[in-house]
């Protein structure tokens, strides 16, 4: 890997985004939106407080992996891919660029959300803020690395969509969050534990409940070690172009 090609291709990622009001509305604007309507409907209830930092992690993840991955796939049908392909730069190169512009996107995605939801809907953190906001983080960057693991499967733009149901939804009913892991049917909780956004809401939820770094570590480092194994496989399963 190149750390000079790797750069640019970030850089280059950034410049498109930078460009395109309606993506950063999505990337940006939206989840606040979606937090913003939970905290209006539940107003006077404790609901916020036990749910939001669940939302704060779950909505840029949703978000980041449709947008990582249609505009992956985007860039390998127009053939931007394939003329990258003929440089020296190589697919590590690509993926790690696309992983730290969106990364770098995730950044500001999830400070806006969690500033958003703390000092205007009102949210009360019983744990500490700023393990909830790196969690948010990493959930938003497991997204991003979840769509570029998912590009490669896709063949257009429509197929990367409806792989978001088949890769997102079952975690979502299996991580904890519409019922308790201890209180599923055996063979579920078993699935659960090999999913990675199962770990993200554990962390999230210990800390709503009032721990601390120490508590969740565990969890965090499973998220960051799923966010890698997905990085490598997006790196070995990249294809130049859609045939």
């Given at each position: 890997?190149?750390p000079?090609?790797?750069?640019?291709?970030a850089?280059?990622?950034?410049?498109q985004?930078?460009?395109d009001?309606?993506?950063?509305?999505?990337?940006?604007?939206?989840?606040?939106?979606?937090?913003?309507?939970?905290?209006?409907?539940?107003?006077?209830?404790?609901?916020?407080?036990?749910?939001?930092?669940?939302?704060?992690?779950?909505?840029p993840?949703?978000v980041?992996f449709l947008?990582?991955?249609?505009?992956?796939?985007?860039?390998?049908?127009?053939?931007?891919?394939?003329?990258?392909?003929?440089?020296?730069?190589?697919?590590?190169?690509?993926?790690?660029?696309y992983?730290?512009?969106?990364?770098?996107i995730?950044?500001?995605q999830?400070?806006?959300?969690?500033?958003?939801?703390?000092?205007v809907?009102?949210?009360?953190?019983?744990?500490?803020?700023?393990?909830?906001?790196?969690?948010?983080?990493l959930?938003?960057?497991?997204?991003?690395?979840?769509?570029?693991?998912?590009?490669?499967?896709a063949r257009t733009?429509?197929?990367a969509v409806?792989?978001?149901?088949v890769?997102?939804?079952?975690?979502?009913?299996?991580c904890g969050?519409?019922?308790?892991r201890?209180a599923?049917?055996a063979?579920?909780?078993?699935?659960?534990?090999?999913?990675?956004?199962?770990y993200?809401m554990?962390?999230?939820?210990?800390?709503?409940?009032g721990?601390?770094f120490?508590?969740v570590?565990?969890?965090?480092?499973v998220?960051?070690?799923f966010?890698?194994?997905?990085?490598?496989l997006?790196?070995?399963?990249?294809?130049?172009?859609?045939?």
């Amino acid at each position: 890997m190149n750390p000079t090609s790797t750069l640019a291709t970030a850089g280059r990622v950034l410049r498109q985004i930078r460009n395109d009001p309606r993506t950063i509305g999505i990337l940006i604007a939206l989840p606040c939106v979606l937090v913003g309507l939970v905290a209006w409907m539940f107003d006077g209830t404790p609901v916020l407080d036990q749910f939001g930092p669940l939302l704060v992690g779950l909505f840029p993840l949703i978000v980041m992996f449709l947008v990582t991955s249609v505009a992956t796939l985007r860039e390998r049908q127009s053939g931007t891919l394939e003329r990258l392909m003929t440089t020296p730069v190589g697919k590590a190169d690509v993926v790690v660029g696309y992983a730290l512009a969106f990364g770098a996107i995730a950044v500001l995605q999830a400070c806006v959300l969690a500033a958003f939801t703390v000092w205007v809907c009102g949210m009360d953190v019983a744990g500490e803020l700023w393990v909830v906001l790196l969690v948010a983080v990493l959930d938003a960057v497991l997204g991003t690395a979840l769509g570029l693991a998912a590009s490669a499967v896709a063949r257009t733009e429509f197929q990367a969509v409806q792989l978001m149901p088949v890769i997102i939804f079952p975690q979502l009913i299996t991580c904890g969050l519409l019922m308790p892991r201890d209180a599923m049917p055996a063979a579920l909780e078993a699935v659960s534990r090999v999913l990675p956004l199962t770990y993200g809401m554990e962390a999230l939820q210990d800390l709503a409940a009032g721990a601390g770094f120490a508590e969740v570590r565990g969890a965090i480092g499973v998220v960051v070690l799923f966010i890698v194994g997905a990085l490598v496989l997006g790196a070995t399963t990249l294809r130049r172009r859609t045939p």
